[in-house]
Structures are given as C-alpha cells and as structure tokens.
C-alpha cells in the first residue's frame, strides 16, 4: 500500500518539479547555521533520498551553491527555493528540502540536529531526540 504513496514537491515558482521514486529517508529538523541560512528561517526539515530514486523536471533553471567544499546546495535559480543539496563524499544520496513537497509528508520528522547552532530565538518544543 504505501508503495503506491509517492512524494512529489516544487519549488516556489513550479519550474522545478520532481518525484520520489522511492522511499524518503528519516525526516530531520536540521538547525545548522548553514541550513538556517540557505532557508532564511530557523531551521531546515530535511530527508535523504537515494539519488536514483529522485527524478526532477526543470533541471535547466538549478544552480548550485557549494556551501563547503564538497557539500552542494542546489535551488531554484529563478525563484530562489532551496531543492536538495548533495555531497561528493556520499554521491548516491541526495538531502531533499521538505518544505517543497506539494504530497503530504508520509512519516514525522524524527529528530533535531546541530541544535549547538539553533537560533536563540526559536524554542524546541516537543519531545524528539536532540544532537548538538
Ligand atoms: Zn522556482
Ligand atoms: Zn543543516
């Protein structure tokens, strides 16, 4: 049954459109400074995806931003959404941005990372397992 669910998302503008074509890895709330940065908001709710499994329409208008060496972050060149980002230590794994899923989110995101970096502003309230 959940085989047949699918993750489908866009960016702000919908020129990128893209499928999961297989199963989402574990949702995570990412607090990292970079990740707050490239979202422009508290945090980034992020999950891995098999690089085989994520086909994406509208490739032409990506750019990518390489935040450290090695790490991409890779977005909507005309309306500025992050999509997924990638690293060439782990290149069959892409981490998508969950907030561009236009399909519901199938499981919870699980967990807080890089909680150290989190904005003073924002409180954690509820109950996941927290990693500095
Ligand atoms: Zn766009
Ligand atoms: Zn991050």
New binding site residues.
């Given amino acids: 049954m959940t085989e047949t669910l699918m993750h489908k998302g866009s960016c702000l503008c919908g020129t990128v459109k893209y499928e999961v074509r297989g199963k989402l890895g574990a949702a995570i709330y990412?607090h990292?400074s970079?990740?707050r940065k490239a979202t422009a908001t508290a945090f980034?709710t992020n999950a891995a995806v098999a690089a085989s499994d994520f086909v994406i329409e509208g490739e032409s208008a990506l750019k990518t931003f390489d935040s450290s060496p090695g790490v991409h972050r890779i977005f909507c060149s005309n309306c500025g959404s992050p999509v997924i980002s990638s690293r060439d230590a782990m290149p069959d794994v892409v981490r998508l941005r969950l907030g561009t899923l236009d399909t519901p989110l199938l499981a919870p995101p699980t967990a807080h990372y890089?909680v150290t970096s989190k904005a003073v502003w924002y409180e954690i309230h509820d109950d996941l397992p927290q990693f500095a």
């Fill in positions: 990412c990292c970079r990740c980034a890089f």
